[in-house]
């Protein structure tokens, strides 16, 4: 047990994701529970380089855990990026006090979080933040859930009106490297067709997909698209299906940030509560420079190099499914 952890400081970075603020307040109410100060870290790396931090005591999360976004706000910061930033931010954390650090983010945020343990010395545990659910150590990760039943709802929503008017919905998620909410949502809602960043579909395939479909009596369809995918975005796919097929009624609509926003499922609360108790306790046991995650429903921890090096992909059965049952 590392008794000299009597402060630890914790921040939101990177893009915002729902149950951010549910793992936040597990890493406060875990702080007090082991007899531990917090410090609230406003901003991310930009709010620990201007010293912008607070206590944040028990009762300062109460009523948050089914809140979206983050309390204590994010941000993408590139002074932190060269050393002489993360040298400016370490001299604010030791004004502070700080023993350690908590931070929820993706793999940029994890990246910085190794380079200031390696610089400085100071312990650090990460907690998986990112809707995109592409970070290796955690079979999800805070806000995956919540982001893919923002796209079914709305999908679902979007395809009353595809049926209505025998329509071709294009519908673009987020996924500018990763297709995880493309592939889960598109086999949730049952699109004709799936476009990812890793899966190589082209124009003149999902072309023949419409028209077999279109023989075989389907007046409506719904093609999901990540934001990555190789063709281009749901507009340019759109414009190039409509070269092939120009008698179709097509519609394209972006989901955009939507898919960060709103209350978190039950799911992502869940998750975030516990990966947020672990990261504290993993603190208290003496590591450092690890990610807290969840694999088969157990706590694993992962070095955070693994964790921004190692590529992640959407699963391969669940992609041969979705083309199975799209006919």
């Given at each position: ?111 910085g979080a190794q380079k200031l343990n390696e610089e400085h010395g100071i312990p650090i ?185 190692t590529v992640v992909r959407p699963s391969a059965e669940e992609f041969r499914v979705s ?5």
């Open positions: 047990m590392n008794d000299t952890i009597r402060k630890i400081g914790v921040l939101t970075s990177g893009g915002d994701a729902p149950g951010m603020n549910a793992g936040l307040r597990a890493v406060v109410r875990s702080c007090h529970y082991y007899n531990i100060e917090c410090i609230g870290i406003r901003r991310g790396y930009a709010g620990m380089m201007e010293g912008d931090m607070d206590p944040i005591g028990l009762r300062d999360v109460n009523r948050i855990i089914n809140r979206g976004g983050t309390i204590i706000q994010s941000s993408r910061c590139e002074a932190f990026r060269h050393p002489e930033g993360r040298s400016k931010a370490f001299a604010k954390l030791q004004e502070w006090g700080l023993d350690a650090l908590v931070i929820i983010g993706g793999n940029g945020s994890f990246a545990v990460g907690l998986p933040g990112t809707i995109d659910n592409d970070l290796y150590g955690s079979d999800y990760t805070i806000g995956f859930d919540t982001a893919t039943n923002t796209v079914i709802d709305a999908v679902d929503k979007l395809r009353d009106t595809a049926r209505s008017h025998d329509r071709i919905f294009f519908v673009e998620v987020m996924g500018r490297d990763s297709g995880f909410i493309a592939l889960k949502s598109g086999l949730a809602t049952g699109a004709i067709a799936i476009l990812l960043p890793e899966e190589d579909l082209s124009i003149d395939e999902l072309v023949v997909l419409l028209e077999r479909n279109a023989a075989s009596g389907k007046t409506s369809s719904i093609v999901i698209v990540a934001e990555g995918d190789a063709n281009g975005g749901a507009f340019t796919v759109a414009e190039k299906v409509k070269r092939h097929m120009p008698h179709l009624e097509t519609r394209v609509t972006v989901l955009g940030h939507i898919q960060r926003g709103g209350s978190p499922t039950c799911a992502d609360r869940v998750l975030a509560s516990r990966l947020g108790v672990a990261a504290v306790e993993a603190l208290r046991n003496g590591m450092t420079n690890v990610m807290a995650g969840i694999i088969n429903d157990e706590v694993v921890y992962t070095p955070l190099e693994e964790v921004f090096t083309k199975i049952i799209s006919i």
